[in-house]
């Protein structure tokens, strides 16, 4: 007689119970299934659905536990991004405290420059008095006549500050067009004093580059130049002028330019003469009007390569910090004016050997 069998499969989740089998005649089938096997089949079935609520209540934790995985996560993710705000907020307060930190440094620095500055002033203004009258000495006694100082007709209210010096030639070019694009941008007419028809067409093309609009005089067309010169006071103008090009010529400031403190005077380079550095001076400021001068150098310059001390030279380009900026130094004074001096010494003993 054949026999069946019959097996009850319940699926719940990742994992499948399933009823034990149990073997059946076909008599047994007619017969019905006896108590005994009943009760067996009610057990197994009562066990599989107890496993089966296990199993949902286990499956409900899971999910619990995974709804608190999320939120975990969720919190750390929070308190990630805290912790790198907060960090992030560290690193700007340090920058901040770094910044502070220089700006102190270089103003404790400015100010110690600035006193030590303040006291050559004093201890030079008694020997520049008596160096102009030695000048007007010289002079006098090189043309045979009496000479005096005369005061000006009205007081000076020109700010002539100190050379401005670089390492090379570059980095002044570069300063100076940083300097008049300041000027430029409030409107301060500007005047660049060059010793050369060279350094004027390389200043030119650096003016160029940088968007500077500007005229150059070359001391080529006197008539046309002295025009233009005479105009290098209006509001915004920007001139680049041989120590030659234009002299004699007035500078009048419109009303614009003297509110944006009238003509600034730039020289680019120290002449071999101080009274060719001193009539470029004077072109600002004149008769009581608001004006400034300054004068940028590297050690590169003509004059400091012919006439400056070479051991000195080498002091004051160890104290430059970087090659494009400008170089602090007390040096910087006397050794511009034993440089001048030198030369203006060649020059005498040239003049007087061709009197003689």
Known sequence: MKAFKKATVLAAGAAAFVIPATSVSAAELEQGVPETSQEEVLRQEETVYGQAGTLEEAEKELEGASEALDQAE???DQAQESYDEADQAA?????????????ESAAVQEAQDSFENAVADAEQEAADLEAADLEAAVEGSEQDMDTDRIPTNRPVLRNDREDVMFVSREAKFRAIVKEVKRAQAKGQPVLIGTGSVEDSEILS????????PHSVLN???H?????IVAQAGRYGAVTIATNMAGRGTD????????????LKVIGTGRAESRRIDDQLIGRAGRQGDPGES????SLEDPLFKQYGAEKEAAAIRAQARAPY???RSRRIRSFVKKAQKKAEGVRYMERKSVRE
């Open 74 to 76: 969720e919190e750390l």
């Open 91 to 103: 690193e700007e307060a340090g920058q901040v405290l770094e910044d502070a930190k220089e700006e």
């Open 223 to 227: 008539a046309y130049e002295a025009r």
């Open 205 to 212: 093309e650096y003016f160029r580059r940088g968007r500077i």
């Open 325 to 327: 900026r400008k170089i």
């Open 294 to 297: 300054v004068f940028f150098l």
């Open 219 to 221: 001391a080529k067309r």
């Open 251 to 262: 500078i009048k400031l419109d009303r614009k330019a003297k509110a944006a403190g009238g």
